[in-house]
């Protein structure tokens, strides 16, 4: 089993681009409280608070070691997907071991 990792409540914007990936400037770093990652339904709704003005795409939260937090798709000011697993490693992302389980 996969040790839970440690919650961070700062995290990096990295915004995805067609050829590279790079901090978002206007705004490098989210708060997210803990209770915020409770489900997945709960997440988006917290992230669409913060998220009104930014551009369409697909960012990364990541944490201060580096690590990916999680991956997800905004359109309209809204995030629309949330990806489960890396494409590029094949792993699942750490926030999903926050989800509860019901």
């Given at each position: 089993?996969?040790?839970?990792?440690?919650?961070?409540?700062?995290?990096?914007?990295?915004?995805?681009?067609?050829?590279?990936?790079?901090?978002?400037?206007?705004?490098?770093?989210?708060?997210?409280?803990?209770?915020?990652?409770?489900?997945?339904?709960?997440?988006?709704?917290?992230?669409?608070?913060?998220?009104?003005?930014?551009?369409?795409?697909i960012?990364?939260?990541?944490?201060?070691?580096?690590?990916?937090?999680?991956?997800?798709?905004?359109?309209?000011?809204?995030?629309?997907?949330?990806?489960?697993?890396?494409?590029?490693?094949?792993?699942?992302?750490?926030?999903h071991?926050?989800?509860?389980?019901?």
């Amino acid at each position: 089993m996969v040790q839970r990792p440690k919650f961070e409540d700062q995290l990096s914007v990295i915004r995805v681009r067609k050829n590279y990936a790079a901090p978002y400037l206007k705004q490098k770093y989210v708060y997210i409280d803990k209770k915020d990652v409770k489900t997945e339904r709960i997440f988006k709704q917290a992230m669409n608070d913060r998220i009104r003005n930014w551009p369409d795409g697909i960012y990364f939260l990541k944490l201060s070691s580096g690590k990916v937090f999680t991956r997800f798709n905004v359109r309209d000011g809204k995030v629309i997907q949330i990806f489960k697993i890396s494409p590029a490693t094949g792993m699942k992302y750490p926030m999903h071991e926050f989800f509860t389980k019901r």
